[in-house]
């Protein structure tokens, strides 16, 4: 009997092709330098499958995007953009994703010529910081881009309910918008995209996540109209909109299909904002209170009356105590992480009770809370399936330290 000794230059390239798929990109890229059969199973679209191209366009180069098409890549994130768009755009006509995130020079103009047909297959457009870009941009995206499904456009100051009530118009598939920080949107937007103004648009019925953080002039009008017309949202992030009051919440409280609301520093939220919450129907598994200073512990025990179900709550720098933890911690037998970070009125009574009862916790935050010692913290280091644990400030005595 003899030896048939394999070596890697005998393999199949299917075979290398599978074997490069498991590569992070960078070594993908240095294993089709190796050799023309390497080359050519680096290149083959099983490898590259997901992957997110990251270019600096400076200069041209004729065989990068012929090379990207190749490799079946149609995800790209463009980190600075000194040529035109329209460059990219011709380049990979089969593009799904598109990342313009923080390309300052893209304007309006630069858009304009970008986006002159149909681009069927696009499905995620990010513009976020892009800050020239204004309404008349998303004129053109509501009509070229049909089928697009996420738009970022975080920190687009010059976005007023004239762009909203663009995208209400022809975004008829979006399931992701962002209009963080964009300090023009009003009401009268939010319900253009609810479908409040049929007459002139149908609206965006089919999102699913929507993020109007820090959008200042937004009131409970909003969230009336948000309940009405957005049955499908699943994720509502309004960190920071001052406007928004208890109210707001009743028409939040019956929205089904809502599991993440976040509501961190949204100074006019107090305990009977959570007590409308829980009052509702909700199936909250994430809710985000964080630096509310009007909510207690009264809230504690409205949540563990009517939002029992939570796996995440945050409740940095609220005005909660042992007491409300006690009022708590017996319902939530689904909660895994729980952020009381700054809560400086929780002691190692408030740890106890929280490693006797809530013993799926996989993650806890205790940055800033100045009253607990090492008595605590032992209590709740033997807590079964904990991973994290923030101390962040956090300082033991000299004489508490583990020897």
């Known amino acids: ?62 065989s990068l995007f012929p090379s990207l098409h ?58 976020s910081l892009c800050k020239p870009i204004t309404d008349s941009s998303l004129g053109r995206i509501a009509q070229y881009l049909k089928n697009l499904e996420v738009l970022e456009l975080g920190g687009l100051s010059n976005i007023t309910n004239t762009g909203l009530l663009l995208i209400a118009w022809g975004l008829h598939k979006l399931k992701s918008l962002n209009l963080r920080s964009c300090r023009h949107v009003s009401d009268v937007g939010i319900g253009h995209l609810a479908g409040m103004t049929r007459s002139a648009a149908e609206g965006c019925l089919s999102l699913e996540q929507m993020t109007l953080q820090d959008c200042q002039k937004l009131t409970d009008l909003s969230l009336k109209h948000v309940s009405k017309g957005l049955a499908k949202l699943k994720v509502l992030n309004l960190s920071f909109c001052g406007g928004i009051s208890d109210a707001g919440m009743i028409h939040l409280s019956n929205m089904n299909h809502l599991s993440s609301l976040n509501l961190r520093s949204c100074d006019n939220i107090s305990d009977m904002g959570i007590m409308h919450l829980a009052m509702g129907s909700l199936q909250l598994s994430g809710l985000d209170v964080s630096f509310c200073d009007k909510i207690g512990d009264q809230s504690l025990a409205y949540i563990a009356q009517g939002l029992y179900q939570l796996k995440s709550l945050s409740l940095c720098s609220c005005h909660i ?75 033991m005595t000299e004489s508490e330290k583990v020897r």
């Open 1 to 62: 009997m003899f030896e048939m000794e394999t070596h890697i230059s005998g393999l199949f390239p299917e075979i290398l092709a599978i074997i490069f798929s498991y590569l992070d990109v960078r070594d993908k890229g240095r294993v089709a330098q190796v050799c023309a059969a390497w080359r050519d199973a680096s290149y083959h679209k099983s490898v590259w499958r997901g992957v997110e191209a990251k270019l600096h366009l400076r200069r041209a180069n004729p």
């Open 70 to 127: 190749t490799r079946g890549i149609r995800k790209v994130q463009i980190l600075s953009l000194r040529r035109s768009l329209s460059y990219v755009i011709q380049g990979l006509p089969n593009i799904e994703s598109l990342n313009l995130c923080g390309c300052f020079n893209l304007t309006d103009n630069g858009l304009g010529h970008a986006f002159v047909q149909d681009i069927p297959s696009l499905r995620i457009l990010n513009l």
């Open 321 to 395: 105590s042992d007491d409300g933890i006690n009022r708590m911690v017996r319902q939530m037998h689904e909660l895994k992480t729980l952020n009381i970070g700054q809560c400086v009125r929780i002691t190692d009574k408030g740890l106890e009770l929280i490693a006797d009862h809530l013993t799926q916790l996989t993650g806890i935050d205790l940055y800033g809370c100045t009253k607990i010692t090492k008595r605590g913290l032992e209590r709740i280091t033997q807590l079964p399936c904990l991973k994290v644990l923030n101390l962040g400030l956090w300082q």
